[in-house]
């Protein structure tokens, strides 16, 4: 969608806003509220003079004065389960229960004038059109029947609501309560390692593009790159699942009150205290006993089953403290987890043909994790008015780092996660206006440290195809790299407003404001490394004495490595609900954000850098495609990005009375952020400076002319005494200079739904269509060119050249100049079928199955952000994703055996993945991207598991009536699919040899991932 429709929508948008003062509002909740308006129909000689909404479990009471014509509207109230009290002239009526869900935009209208009904609905689910409510047999204070079901008014959103029984009952390895958000549309959730390392993904965008919302309040993260704070290549839990009450997944079109998101939007609620006690408790546990052998335990050669020991546990007790006016709830889960991980040499490459010294560093090794989280809440109702909450998260985790790869163990940078977040809220009532206003405070911190300080060791060696040489990593030892500690701490300030006093209106408005310091610790290379050239398959001997590369880092000029940023955060939007008729429903908003960044605002390019790129000492730029005073500043020539306004659009439209079929759409434009682990580069690759020496004679494939950072080897650089000698004797010593263009844009998506749901008696399918277009994600670029201002050189006096970066021509003493700029999109087209039957005490049984067909596209591989092949980000061909799967079906089911055990199941299946790759060739010159489907599983596969459990619930009769133990089986893949996660990604490797086991496209590993072997997991339980 190009910016030209994007300027009408937003200008009809804001006028349809502008217009809505004048014109009459339905309901629509915050972020994380439900909503219910309707109209209740009773005689002319008894009016309606108001309506209560009584939640059952705590007596939290809403209450609304009703239009003439008998019509309601409760603009943001909690999910739960409800009655309606209808204050009539002569008398009072009572509804049945009815559920309201997370999110839920629902109507609901009353008829007092209809003749009698069928037996109550006492199941506690969402009525149907085919559930009539009471009956009405007097004017005393009776139960009365509904006139239609409670019908969605969800607008042109996409997505799924995850229910507390889909949470309590479906089998999961993790208890991470996103573990089901990919039965939305267009959703994947991700485990990337055997750790269990997790990360929700929304169509062709990465996880930094998520968002979600606990109890409104948004969980971002804005300095690392998984969407949601802590959970960062952390096998973790980033909330304890026994406070989640529900939540809801939005994969396209939100509404004008969601922030900080360009992909999927995650809503949750948690539980509240009520007003009797309950609790809960629960014990999981699986070792190595309990499941199958990994494949790399039986191949090549069979070995013992490596120790696994997972452990989850916790408790929750909730209840009143002053009956129907305060109450509590708290919880606590802990995990402990033993968990295998490969080291494997690169490419294939077996352990035998290594030397002896060497082999027992490889194989399947355990690696632990352990978390604790806690949660606790205080809900207070002083007056029928006014609610106010209390809310608190501390989650405390560390693991010792050892991942699956080429690392030995001894190079794991173990990682602590500490992160604490509190929150206060005050919603007020009125006539026909709603304030909710909350404050919350984070303090998050992410930190991995070497559990070993030395020197660290990478050997290469090289493979030989049609003529060419690829170097390839062979496995690393010594000291870890990563050392580093980011987060983020602040206040966060926010009020909503929703007005309801105009007819058939819900006008919100809404402000955020945030004041939140960020900070980065990023040592690079504190553990100096050296690169040697092994010659694997030479008759040379295998080399590990000489390097021909040292690689280290050192304090610069401020010696600080720290960068800290004090950002300023502002949002502001107005929306519109707008029941045209009793059929069609707009949906009109528009948003406006502003973050101030000083860290990149204020930044002054450092004197040295200025030197290294000036005319005089780097005349390569004068003719370069690119002007490097776009991305020099002195202080003044950068500004806060100030154009992030968001035209949100969707509609419902009801085909018939019932309601049985609803067509909806929707429109709109979400901007998100630039990561902050991005922009403070500038800053500390001159705190902390990376090295770089090339030591001459000792590369076989790319031998370098002595000059400043290219000498000749002496063993004293092994040293640290070496290492300050070299630091020392030159100005740019290698290092890396980085530089960000002056005008960053922030990164945003336009997106697209169109729609229909139809509902036959408990049965909703919708099939739709989404359209997402993301544009200006940040990538870093290579800055060097060669003399003549060329980036790649075609010498034709060497037929056999090939395209080549040009990191051999970088300013004198300098290693590489890196430019981040805007410039990453992806662009996806989605067709899917949605499916869902929810559970009742009537028919217990529920499926929610939802099929994707994605035709994603993308101008960079999916996931990177440096792009360093080509001089531009517009050079590089828009093909197919990377990340995202052509097909995909996910369903997940439960059903009540005859034999009192509940039985559910989740089964995912997906297309191969696409893999890309740079192509360079001589005749003619030229370097092409080039990507293809792995075989995967036969060709048939990319994916698939079955994960199943059975729960068995026996009453103790004592403590109270609801008092039960809960005894399960979980069988985590099922049918033990092997999903593959390592393949050749050489486009010229065509020709089997020892340096080279595979061809292109084939399996070059055992490693599946974060897919476990055939699992049995046992847990024990009890709740009153």
């Avoid at 042109?156 to 089998?171: A, E, F, W």
């Avoid at 930190?447 to 070993?452: E, G, Q, Y």
């Avoid at 690393?476 to 580093?484: D, E, F, L, T, W």
Wanted: charged share 20%; with cysteine; hydrophobic share 35%.
């Amino acid at each position: 969608m190009n910016r030209t429709m994007f300027r009408a929508a937003l200008i009809a948008a804001t006028t349809l806003a502008s217009g809505a003062m004048l014109m009459p509002a339905p309901v629509a909740a915050q972020v994380g509220q439900a909503s219910l308006r309707g109209r209740i129909t009773s005689t002319a000689d008894n009016p309606v003079q108001q309506v209560s909404a009584v939640e059952a479990a705590t007596g939290y009471r809403r209450t609304v004065v009703a239009g003439a014509d008998g019509s309601y509207n409760f603009a943001s109230i909690r999910a739960g389960t409800y009655t309606l009290e209808i204050q009539l002239k002569n008398g009072t009526r009572n509804s049945d229960a009815f559920t309201l869900q997370v999110g839920q935009n629902a109507g609901l209208d009353l008829d007092l004038s209809a003749p009698a009904a069928p037996a109550p609905n006492t199941t506690g689910q969402p009525a149907t059109e085919e559930t009539v409510v009471g009956s009405t047999t007097s004017n005393s204070d009776e139960i009365v029947v509904t006139g239609s079901r409670i019908r969605s008014l969800s607008g042109g959103t996409v997505g799924t609501t995850i229910t507390q029984r889909l949470i309590d009952q479906l089998p999961q390895n993790s208890r991470n309560f996103l573990a089901f958000a990919d039965l939305a549309p267009g959703v994947r959730f991700v485990e990337e390692n055997s750790g269990g390392a997790a990360r929700i993904q929304g169509g062709a965008q990465d996880s930094r593009t998520v968002n979600v919302f606990i109890d409104g309040v948004s969980q971002k993260d804005y300095v690392l790159k998984n969407g949601i704070t802590g959970q960062d290549s952390s096998p973790g839990n980033p909330f304890p699942q026994l406070a989640i009450g529900e939540y809801q997944v939005l994969s396209s079109n939100y509404k004008a009150e969601f922030d900080q998101v360009s992909s999927v939007a995650i809503v949750a609620l948690t539980k509240s205290g009520t007003n009797e006690f309950h609790g809960e408790g629960f014990y999981d546990y699986t070792n190595q006993a309990l499941r199958d052998k990994r494949p790399t335990e039986i191949f090549p050669t069979p070995i013992a089953k490596v120790k696994t020991k997972d452990q989850q546990f916790g408790g929750a007790l909730g209840g009143p403290i002053i009956k129907d006016v305060m109450h509590f709830f708290a919880s606590y889960e802990g995990k402990r987890r033993a968990f295998p991980v490969d080291i494997l040499p690169g490419n294939g490459i077996t352990v035998a043909s290594l030397p002896s010294q060497y082999q027992n560093l490889f194989g399947t090794v355990s690696s632990t994790f352990k978390e604790d989280l806690y949660f606790g809440k205080i809900d207070i109702v002083p007056t029928d008015g006014d609610l106010i909450e209390f809310t608190g998260k501390y989650r405390k985790e560390s693991n010792t780092g050892v991942n699956s790869g080429i690392a030995a163990v001894e190079t794991a940078s173990p990682t602590k996660v500490d992160e604490l977040r509190a929150m206060g809220r005050w919603q007020h009532t009125a006539d026909n206006w709603i304030n909710d206003f909350r404050v919350s405070y984070e303090d998050v911190s992410w930190a991995p440290t070497p559990a070993l300080f030395a020197n660290s060791s990478l050997f290469q060696s090289t493979i030989r195809n049609n003529g060419g040489v690829t170097r390839f990593d062979l496995f690393r030892i010594g000291g870890g790299s990563n050392y580093q500690d980011k987060g983020q701490k602040g206040w966060t300030v926010q009020d909503d407003f929703t007005w309801t006093g105009i007819d058939r209106h819900t006008i919100k408005a809404g402000v955020k404001t945030k004041w939140v310091k960020l900070n980065s610790l990023e040592q690079n290379l504190l553990n100096p490394l050296y690169t040697y050239d092994v010659n694997l398959f030479s008759q040379t001997g295998f080399n590990d004495t000489v390097p021909y590369r040292v690689q280290f880092g050192a304090p610069g000029v401020s010696g600080n490595s720290v960068v800290k940023s004090d950002n300023f955060q502002f949002g502001i939007y107005l929306q519109d609900d707008w029941d045209v008729s009793d059929r069609l429903t707009l949906n009109l908003g528009l948003r406006w954000d502003y973050e101030k960044t000083p860290s990149y605002l204020d930044f002054v390019t450092p004197a040295e850098n200025l030197a290294a790129v000036s005319t005089a000492n780097y005349p390569n730029l004068g003719s370069a495609d690119y002007n490097i005073n776009d991305y020099i500043t002195d202080g003044s020539q950068r500004k806060a990005f100030k154009g992030a306004f968001q035209p949100r659009i969707g509609f419902t439209y009801r085909l018939d009375e019932q309601g049985r079929f609803t067509v909806f759409g929707g429109v709109g434009r979400s901007y998100d952020r630039n990561q902050f682990d991005f922009l403070q580069q500038e800053l500390s690759q001159g705190a902390f400076r990376t090295r770089e020496f090339n030591f001459i004679g000792n590369n076989s494939q790319n031998p370098c002319d002595p000059g400043l950072t290219c000498i000749a080897y002496n063993p004293v650089y092994l040293t640290q005494a070496g290492r300050d000698i070299l630091a020392a004797q030159t100005v740019g010593g290698g290092r890396e200079l980085r530089f960000i263009n002056n005008d960053l844009k922030v990164p945003y998506s336009d997106q697209l739904s169109l729609g229909v749901r139809h509902r036959v008696r408990a049965v909703e399918v919708e099939v739709g269509y989404t359209h997402i277009e993301s544009k200006d994600g940040f990538v870093y670029l290579l800055g060097n060119r060669r003399a003549d201002g060329s980036f790649f050189f075609n010498d034709p006096a060497n037929p056999t050249d090939t395209p080549s970066s040009p990191f051999g021509s970088p300013p004198p003493g300098y290693g590489a100049i890196i430019i981040g700029d805007n410039g990453l999109e992806t662009k996806s087209d989605a067709a899917y079928v949605k499916l869902t039957k929810s559970y009742s005490a009537a028919s217990p049984w529920s499926i929610d199955a939802t099929y994707t067909y994605t035709d994603a596209v993308e101008n960079r591989q999916f996931g990177e952000t440096f792009s360093l092949d080509f001089p531009s980000i517009n050079d590089y061909p828009t093909l197919r994703s990377s990340g995202v799967p052509r097909h995909r079906f996910v369903t997940a089911a439960s059903v009540d055996l005859p034999i009192g055990v509940s039985m559910s199941g989740k089964f995912q299946i997906e297309s191969p993945r696409y893999q890309k790759a740079i192509q360079d060739t001589a005749n003619p010159f030229g370097r092409t991207v080039v990507g293809t489907e792995v075989y995967s599983l036969g060709d048939r596969w990319g994916r698939r598991q079955l994960d199943l459990a059975f729960t068995k619930y026996i009453p103790i009769g004592f403590v109270n009536d609801q008092a039960r133990i809960r005894l399960r089986v979980d069988i985590i893949n099922a049918m033990n699919d092997r999903n593959y996660t390592e393949y050749n990604n050489d486009p010229n490797d065509n020709v089997v040899d020892a340096a080279s086991p595979t061809v292109y496209r084939q399996r070059t590993g055992y490693s599946i991932g974060g897919n476990p072997p055939r699992t049995v997991k046992l847990s024990a339980g009890f709740s009153f």
